[in-house]
């Protein structure tokens, strides 16, 4: 016999205020510990020479010549290199605050990695240095 739903049998649970207060926190933390890590990304050093505001203003420079005599194809390209490195230069522009960032990090850290079981080498793994995972209270043993 299939069910039938019967909306007197179903009854309505209000979430206590504890549990409230756990998602609230999980919330919280997950949203410090992503921006810590998400930080380490934007900020981690890139291989090769690095670039200065002056060298991408001397190559928009000379796209903005090359422009003139360029093919359509060639245009395409350029158009887009100089959309790249205008985008290159606003990101330089935004800094991050990488201490408050690590120092909020700190804070949380040890919770959030026992809630979600997280190891010190995972943490490693994805470039937390040794020293913040000592400041946060997580070891190898962890």
Known sequence: MPFAYNAEMVTKRAMSDEHK???AKGRTEGRIVR?????LRATKPKRGRKRTAETIQKRLDAIESE????????????IQERRDLEAEIEAMSNTIDMEALEAAFVEVAKSYSASKKISYASWRDVGVEASV????????AT
């Open 21 to 23: 207060a756990a998602l």
């Open 35 to 39: 921006d810590y890590l998400e930080g």
């Open 67 to 78: 422009l003139a005599a360029a093919n359509p194809m060639d245009e395409l390209l350029l």
């Open 133 to 140: 995972l000592k400041r946060a209270g997580i070891s190898r």
